[in-house]
């Protein structure tokens, strides 16, 4: 079982994509994005499986959630710095998490 203090560690933050991009290098169909999180953390990049669901242009501007404390990733020739949070729809393709209503980028999820 965990703890509350294993759930402290993990930095589960809120952020705003501001950009997205095709990841052709990739062996399964991705994106590239830029998400802001807020003045503390800045803008942060990762990958993301999640082309089934979203084009590069539905996800500019939405609030998505990313653990940031997680080291970076190599993932081909791209770095990854943060990891997307999303759920599987029926089919297997993700569908991210996020806030239902405006929150401030850089929030901490409690």
């Known amino acids: ?5 294993d759930f402290l560690k993990v930095d589960m933050r809120v952020g705003r994509v501001i950009d997205a991009q095709p990841f052709p290098e990739a062996r399964k169909p991705a994106y590239k994005l ?3 999180f807020g003045a ?7 990958s993301a499986q999640i082309t089934h669901h ?3 242009e539905t996800l500019i501007g939405k609030l998505v959630v990313a653990v940031v404390n997680f080291p970076p990733r190599q993932v081909g ?7 997307l949070l999303g759920l599987p ?22």
């Open 89 to 110: 729809d029926a089919q297997g393709h993700i569908i991210l998490l996020q806030p239902q209503q405006d929150v401030p980028v850089g929030g901490r999820v409690h």
């Open 40 to 46: 503390e953390l800045g803008n942060k990049r990762t």
């Open 77 to 83: 020739p791209f770095m990854s710095e943060v990891l």
């Open 54 to 56: 979203y084009t590069p």
């Open 34 to 36: 830029t998400i802001d």
């Open 1 to 5: 079982m965990a703890t509350i203090e």
